[in-house]
């Protein structure tokens, strides 16, 4: 906990979100809201506009109230005859555009509330040169701070609970002991092709509907002996369902693929789902996140734009990811990126080959990635910094 916030009264905080791309914007928002409630103590209150896919990720939320309490957060159904004095500091999530009545309320505050766009995550070399300036607004005056997350430290950072990385290493040492038990087939870590016939390979895929996934799934029983594949409901399971797998439980092809679906699961657990795979094909921005905190080579499926804008952003991230990783891993790796975002059925069987064959390196590179982003302070902690600093607390 940042010491002032000791000795701090309760600090106030409204966080406004929009669902646009189905469980990012809602995820990102959701997990900020619990870590400023839980390890800040500050009063906040979580406004969206689609509560049924909130619902998704918190079980208890209740699609038709104006108004519930959830974790100690109030959550707010966002319709236009809502009315709210604001809080002391307000985080406008991805540019959704706050209501006229709040941002002129906002204005006849003394002092005014500290107000915040959480942008978009991104690796592009720009966020830096722009994160924390600020924006008047154009009739109020009130400045509006860009907020970036990133992955560098001239960034807003990435959101990591301060449990996270302590109940990872808990998560290790208990698989460790299992193994020391004899229980090498479930749990060895993925290092070289031979353990194909030593335990199944574990891959987790949460995505959008892809025209590559049967040439992927074909390419995986011909690359590892058995391969459990947990697919949460979605895009990818729906699709997976059509393939004449079973939607319930788990079902076995050709022997070689085992492919379950599961239902949701709330995000702490959902973080846990991820930490015994190998693989994780990951899509958004909130399971991207935890696909790094869970120290494992991924792929990642960014939310299309017009005119392949997302590209820049993939290529942006993927040359810093990438930046001290052997030649032949990277290449590989940013093969399989291009095949699954660009549904490239031809040439997923090579790519997933090529990513196999490196798997090893892959691997001890993600342990690597996860170490260095840790040494930067979390998105939650350095908002507060930034909010005392200029609330002048």
Not at 116 to 133: D, K, R, T, V
Not at 146 to 164: C, D, H, K, V, Y
Not at 185 to 204: C, G, M, N, Q, Y
Request: contains cysteine.
């Amino acid at each position: 906990m940042i010491p002032f916030l000791r000795i701090a009264p309760t600090i106030t905080c409204d966080i406004f979100c929009r669902v646009v791309d189905n469980f990012g914007d809602i995820g990102v928002s959701w997990r900020l809201a619990r870590q400023l409630s839980s390890e800040f103590a500050l009063q906040v209150r979580l406004i969206v506009d689609d509560l049924a896919c909130f619902q998704k990720l918190a079980f208890d939320v209740v699609v038709n109230a104006d108004s519930q309490c959830l974790d100690g957060i109030t959550i707010l159904q966002w319709h236009k005859n809502l009315h709210l004095e604001p809080a002391q500091c307000v985080i406008e999530a991805f540019q959704c555009a706050l209501p006229t009545s709040y941002i002129n309320a906002m204005a006849a505050m003394t002092p005014s509330p500290v107000w915040l766009n959480l942008e978009y995550l991104s690796a592009e070399g720009w966020i830096g040169e722009h994160h924390l300036l600020p924006s008047p607004h154009p009739k109020t005056g009130l400045n509006k701070f860009f907020f970036f997350p990133g992955f560098q430290a001239n960034t807003g950072g990435l959101i990591r609970e301060q449990s996270l990385l302590l109940q990872q290493q808990q998560f290790q040492l208990q698989l460790e002991g299992e193994i020391e038990h004899g229980h090498q087939h479930e749990h060895t870590r993925v290092d070289r092709p031979a353990l194909a016939d030593v335990r199944p390979l574990k891959i987790f895929m949460f995505g959008y509907e892809n025209a590559a996934l049967p040439a992927l799934f074909k390419s995986i029983t011909q690359s590892w002996s058995h391969t459990i594949c947990t697919v949460p409901d979605g895009a990818l399971a729906r699709q997976a369902k059509a393939l004449n797998m079973e939607p319930e439980g788990a079902v076995e092809v050709e022997m070689k693929l085992q492919v379950q679906t599961i239902k949701f699961h709330p995000q702490p657990e959902f973080d846990r789902l991820l930490w015994p795979q190998d693989v994780l094909f990951v899509r958004g921005e909130d399971s991207f996140v935890r696909a790094q905190w869970a120290a494992k080579p991924f792929i990642w499926q960014i939310y299309p734009q017009a005119e392949r804008t997302h590209w820049l952003k993939l290529n942006a991230f993927l040359d810093l990811y990438c930046a001290e990783l052997a030649s032949d891993a990277a290449v590989a790796l940013r093969e399989l990126h291009r095949v699954w975002n660009d549904e490239d059925i031809d040439a997923t069987g090579a790519a997933w080959e090529a990513f196999m064959r490196q798997l090893g390196p892959l691997s001890k590179h993600a342990l690597m990635w996860a170490q260095k982003l840790s040494e930067m302070p979390d998105l939650a902690t350095q908002l507060m910094t930034f909010y005392a600093k200029t609330a002048k607390i």
